[in-house]
């Protein structure tokens, strides 16, 4: 039951995801939070159903999608950096 949940929230990242990217058309997507720390259990799904919503609607290329290297920490250190720069 908990894979099935998680493979329906990677379904739906990953259909947002391709919405972003039909949008922004970005070379990259990096993928930070808890989202890292459940690992392949979420980006597997995650990847796959972006590629294919991309495919679906004849997109290509197709961005890379990565994990933060900060992990769940991404957004913290995010932050920090912008408040150091203002």
Do not use: C, H, K
Request: no cysteine; glycine share 12%; charged share 20%.
């Amino acid at each position: 039951m908990a894979r099935d949940a998680f493979a329906q929230i990677g379904y739906w990242l990953g259909v947002a995801m391709a919405d972003l990217a039909q949008s922004f058309d970005p070379q990259i997507l990096v993928v930070g939070g808890g989202v890292v720390d459940a690992g392949d259990l979420l980006m597997v799904p995650t990847r796959t159903t972006y590629r294919d919503q991309l495919e679906q609607r004849g997109r290509f290329p197709v961005a890379e999608v990565r994990a933060a290297e900060t992990g769940n920490t991404a957004g913290v250190v995010g932050a920090a950096d912008l408040a150091r720069r203002l």
